[in-house]
T-cell receptor
């Protein structure tokens, strides 16, 4: 399969805790992107990390990329109830397409 | 103010019918996409247009025909609808073909009865 694997598939935490989601892939990439999807809505771009970068931050979000292990992780610190959503990684390679993982469903309990 | 808009938001129709979904973006982007998201949230690219030229055409039944009248619009026409076509269809846009960040529309939930 061309898709990446995301894990866990579902994650439930308390408000204030950190949430970590992982994404693995099989082929080489140009960049890897993370998106958020709230229930019943479209996807919203969060962070793009290029293949020559190892870490990127945006507010409470931290993304790491390990190209030797073909994996990436998204860390959300000090989670809030509003972070409840599905999170997808998407990789771009040489095919001219974004390949999405199957997502991690995050529930943050108030 | 909506960056990428789709109409309709919901579409319920009978098997065998023909339907269209429209997409418009006001971001000035030159590349637009159609994605299909199934009930397990698996999101898959269907088509992509760059400057009105078809650049990605995945293994999609030829009952699906995209049309891009200009850079700001990408419509999706579906003939002879089947039960398996039920899904949420997302339009997206981006600037350039370098697979940078994409902006998604709110989705069209298609239900085929």
């Amino acid at each position: 399969s061309q898709q990446g694997e995301e894990d866990p598939q579902a994650l439930s935490i308390q408000e204030g805790e950190n949430a970590t989601m992982n994404c693995s892939y099989k082929t080489s990439i140009n960049n890897l992107q993370w998106y958020r999807q709230n229930s019943g809505r479209g996807l919203v771009h969060l962070i793009l990390i290029r293949s020559n970068e190892r870490e990127k931050h945006s507010g409470r979000l931290r993304v790491t990329l390990d190209t030797s292990k073909k994996s990436s992780s998204l860390l959300i610190t000090a989670s809030r109830a509003a972070d409840t959503a599905s999170y997808f990684c998407a990789r771009s390679g040489n095919t001219g397409k974004l390949i999405f993982g199957q997502g991690t469903t995050l529930q943050v309990k108030p | 103010d909506t960056a990428v808009s789709q109409t309709p938001k919901y579409l319920v129709t009978q098997m065998g019918n023909d339907k269209s979904i429209k997409c418009e973006q006001n971001l000035g982007h030159d590349t637009m996409y159609w994605y299909k998201q199934d009930s397990k949230k698996f999101l898959k690219i269907m088509f992509s247009y760059n400057n009105k030229e078809l650049i990605i055409n995945e293994t999609v039944p030829n009952r699906f025909s995209p049309k891009s009248p200009d850079k700001a619009h990408l419509n999706l026409h579906i003939n002879s609808l089947e039960l398996g076509d039920s899904a949420v269809y997302f339009c997206a846009s981006s600037q350039g073909r370098q697979l940078m960040k994409q902006f998604f529309g709110p989705g069209t939930r298609l239900t085929v009865l």
